[in-house]
Every structure is written in structure tokens, then in C-alpha cells.
């Protein structure tokens, strides 16, 4: 191939989306390689100014992108998707290949196994590109909470990408990769998805095995899709979901074709406008007004939208921050430099001073914050005051939902309250980082589906309009997102970087 031609397609290929480049790569008009080099080149050219990956894995990818090649050459049949490069989250355990969630802690672990989500997509024939930046241990929503790097937001370099998956939106948006796996513990899929124009879903509780996720909080954790569309979310969701019986929690309910619903009438569907999460205290006016449009545009298409309300979503907050630091209190109480990870070189005087100077220097202040959170809420004359009492409420919110979900058959609000605020802009008000998730919060404590889709800008930064479900209905969310998306272009703008 000459090389003007080569570089012509490269150009071409990093701004297509992962069912674009599946039609070439199954049509021949591309190789498998070809993908993988043109993402590469990409990250060669805007790295440096994103930041998007902790480790990049180009010899891998090209490997497995041969080895892709080869077997549609002789004919194999092979999975729709396979050749198209993907970007995994770095607490996602990948065999082989540093998995460091970010941390200190963590900074040499090498996992011996792959997550169930990477090996399902690795069996699909998806090359890995590497493993993206995030939040230390998903905790944050800014992507500045990173043990190594702050990734910067695509469209305006100076603003956050959103977290804790900033780093895979953040590739994906800027063309590093076709599409990326994150995870949502509070929208940590979600709102990096508004605010960088991305597709991203947070499917019910379930739905996709956890096996091989570093885990933050047990009960709120979900491995999700980013993409740059609706059909490249769809196509993902349906590659990495399905019971699992190495995780407990993941449900044994079929796994449907996502893309059938993918063009069906929406005419006659029922949507709730959640009145709490769109007109409440903390929604940015062009971010409420963008939402607005687009519930218009949804009634244009034939449903019926009206206001609905979730009186208990108000306490989502303080709720969400007594459990999800209680859970990760638990679970990364095994971070102790005994069995692997980070183990302090100073001297100590005993195990447990060994154990304390470890964590001292492995962990960020955010995780060490949320840690003695969650031990004190644990802790014997305060269990019942706070954490029993959080149960309680998480019972409270879910009720909302699904007296909501008899009357309608999803539910519409912003998916953040805000575009993408300026890199340390809220570092030092912690209350008002947290704010960045008052709309997502609720969807984890019920354990319901929910995805954020492009709904318009300002100012040059996109907004996000959330789509809530009925558990394990993520069809008819896919099937509303892609009604809407086809009736304007937000998802096909690109930041220029």
C-alpha cells in the first residue's frame, strides 16, 4: 500500500465509529492492523495533550489484530466486531498487563487473569490499546484524583474529562480508541460521557459479571460502554453482558440482541420527566434548557412526556456517601502490603505499623478520606445511626422508582448538572465535586439501568441528557437514545485537537 493512501485512511479511520469500521474491516476495505495503527498514530499525535492512558499496549494489539487478519483470511467466521481496538479502564484486570487503579498502591501489580468483561471481549477479537486513566480507585469525578496524571477534557484541554472513567472518555472522544469499558459506582460512566459528547451506559445491577474489577463499593459497582454512538453502545453492551458464574451477582436473565431495537418506533412510549433533577437547585440553565429541546424532540417523535416525581432523590447524596465509603472500607482493607501491591521500605516497629505506613504511602488523600469515613459509619455505636439508617433510605429511593416505572416507561433528566468545570476548579470544595453527581447517584442506589446520550452544547461543551429504566430493560432505553440521536448530530461533532 503506498504511503499517501495509508496516511488518507488513517486520517479517516480514528473519527469513524466502532460499526463504521466494523462494515470496513468486514468488508476488507481495511485490515484489522490498519485499525490498530490508525489508533495509535492518533495517540501519537494528542497524547501528550489529553493524557487519556497509564499504559499503552501497541505490540499487543497489533498481535492480536494479526492474528484477527489471518483468520478472516482463511475464511473463519468470526464476530462482527472483531478487529476493532478498544481501551479498558485501569481497574479492569487484564492478564499480563499493569493494573493500577490509578494508585501508588497498586503501581507494579501485575494481574495473572483477565476480568470477565476483558475476556469476553478479547474471545470477540477486540485488540487492546491499553489501559485508561481514572480516578485512584474510581473515587472522584474529575479524573484529578489520578495517583500519576490529570487527563484533560478533549474539547477544551484546561476542563475536566469527568469521572471516574475520564481517561476512557477521554480516548474515546479524542479518537485514541473506537470505543472504551468504565465503570459507574455514581455515574462514573455517565457523567465523563456528557461531559466529553459520548454514549455511555450504566446497565442494571447485574447485568455485567464484576469478576476481575477492582472493587470500590461491592453493591453499587457496574462495568459499562462509552462510545461515540448509540449502535457502538449497543454492540458492546450485548459482547460483555450475560451471567457469569464466577460472580455472584450476575444475574442469569438471557442476553437479547441490543441492536434489534435499534430504529423501532418510539411512537406511544411513556416518559417521566424526573421535576427534582431537572428543576432542582445546582442545574446550570443552558444545561436544563438543552434537556428541554431534546424532551420536545422525543414528544415530536411520538411519545408522551410528563412530569414525574422521585421525592426521596434528595437524599441520594448523603445516602450514596455513607455506603459507598463503608463498602470501600471493607474492600480495600486488603491493601495492607502483606500480599501484594505497594509494602513501605521504611522501618516499623511491628505488622501494624507496617500495615499503617503502607497505606499512608500508597493511598491518595481522597481514598484515605472515604476510607475513615467508611470505618467510622461501621464502627459500634454508629452502625445504626448512619449505615442502617443509609439502607434504609436506599430502600426509600428505589421504591421511588419503581412506583415511577408503573406509570411510565423511562425516565428523562440531565445526566450532570453542569458542562465540564476548569481543571482544579473544585479541588478544594469537596462538597461541590460531589454535586457533579446529584443526578446519576439515585440510578446506583436502585440498581436500575441508565445512559447518558448528546443533547447539545454551550459554550462549546456538550451536555448530556440521562435516560432511565426498568430493570434489565436496557432495550427500550437503546431504542429511545437512538430515536433521538437520529434526529439531530450532536454525536457526530468532533473537538478539534
Not at 469537596?430 to 446520550?453: E, F, H, Q, R, Y
Request: glycine share 8%; hydrophobic share 40%.
Amino acid at each position: 500500500m503506498a504511503a499517501d493512501t495509508k496516511e488518507t485512511i488513517t486520517v479517516q479511520l480514528h473519527e469513524l465509529t466502532a460499526w463504521e469500521l466494523t462494515q470496513k474491516l468486514q468488508q476488507r476495505e481495511i485490515s484489522a492492523v490498519e485499525a490498530v495503527e490508525a489508533c495509535f498514530d492518533r495517540i501519537a499525535a494528542v497524547e501528550d495533550r489529553v493524557k487519556a492512558y497509564l499504559c499503552l499496549t501497541r505490540d499487543q494489539a497489533l498481535q492480536q489484530a494479526r492474528e484477527v487478519d489471518a483468520r478472516r483470511a482463511s475464511g473463519e467466521a468470526l464476530p462482527a466486531t472483531a478487529g476493532v481496538p478498544i481501551a479498558y479502564k485501569d481497574l479492569l484486570c487484564t492478564d499480563g498487563v499493569p493494573t493500577t487503579c490509578a494508585s501508588r498502591i497498586l503501581a507494579n501489580f501485575v494481574p495473572p487473569y483477565d476480568a470477565t468483561v476483558v475476556e469476553r471481549c478479547s474471545q470477540a477479537g477486540l485488540p487492546m490499546v491499553g489501559k485508561a486513566n481514572m480516578d485512584e480507585f474510581a473515587m472522584g469525578s474529575s479524573t484529578e484524583n489520578s495517583a500519576f496524571q490529570i487527563t484533560a477534557n478533549p474539547w477544551d484541554l484546561e476542563r475536566v474529562p469527568g469521572g471516574s472513567s475520564g481517561g476512557s472518555a477521554a480516548a474515546v472522544a479524542a479518537g485514541e480508541a473506537f470505543w472504551a469499558l468504565g465503570t459507574d459506582t455514581g455515574g462514573s460512566i455517565r457523567q465523563p460521557a456528557s461531559l466529553c459528547n459520548l454514549v455511555g451506559m450504566k446497565p442494571t445491577y447485574g447485568r455485567v459479571s464484576r469478576y476481575g474489577v477492582v472493587a470500590y463499593a461491592s453493591s453499587l459497582d457496574q462495568v459499562g460502554p462509552l462510545t461515540r454512538d448509540v449502535r457502538d453502545c449497543a454492540l458492546l453492551l450485548g459482547l460483555i453482558a450475560g451471567r457469569d458464574q464466577r460472580d455472584s451477582t450476575s444475574a442469569a436473565v438471557p442476553v437479547p440482541d441490543y441492536t434489534e431495537v435499534l430504529g423501532r418506533d418510539v411512537t406511544g412510549l411513556r416518559a417521566g420527566i424526573v421535576r427534582e433533577l431537572l428543576y432542582g437547585e445546582g442545574i446550570e440553565s443552558d444545561v436544563r434548557e438543552a434537556v428541554e429541546a431534546a424532551i420536545k424532540t422525543l414528544d415530536s417523535l411520538g411519545m408522551a412526556c410528563e412530569e414525574v416525581s422521585l421525592p426521596h432523590s434528595e437524599y441520594s447524596l448523603p445516602c450514596y456517601y455513607i455506603i459507598a465509603p463503608a463498602e470501600c472500607s471493607s474492600n480495600l482493607a486488603r491493601y495492607d502490603g502483606v500480599r501484594y501491591g505497594h509494602r513501605t521500605e521504611r522501618e516499623t516497629t511491628s505488622v501494624y505499623d507496617m500495615f499503617a505506613k503502607t497505606r499512608e504511602e500508597g493511598f491518595g488523600d481522597e481514598v484515605k478520606l472515604r476510607i475513615i469515613k467508611g470505618t467510622y459509619v461501621l464502627s459500634a455505636g454508629y452502625y445504626d445511626a448512619y449505615y442502617r439508617k443509609a439502607l434504609q433510605v436506599r430502600t426509600l429511593i428505589k421504591r421511588d422508582f419503581e412506583q415511577a416505572f408503573e406509570r411510565f416507561d423511562l425516565l428523562i433528566c440531565p445526566t450532570s448538572p453542569s458542562v465540564a468545570f476548569r481543571i482544579g476548579e473544585k479541588a478544594d470544595d469537596p462538597l461541590a465535586m460531589k454535586l457533579a453527581d446529584i443526578c446519576t447517584l439515585p440510578i446506583n442506589l436502585a440498581g436500575i439501568p441508565a445512559m447518558s446520550v448528546p443533547c447539545g452544547f454551550s459554550g462549546g461543551l456538550p451536555i448530556g441528557m440521562q435516560l432511565m429504566g426498568k430493570p434489565f430493560d436496557e432495550p427500550t432505553l437503546l431504542q429511545v437514545a437512538y430515536a433521538y440521536e437520529q434526529s439531530c448530530d450532536w454525536h457526530r461533532r468532533r473537538p478539534a485537537l
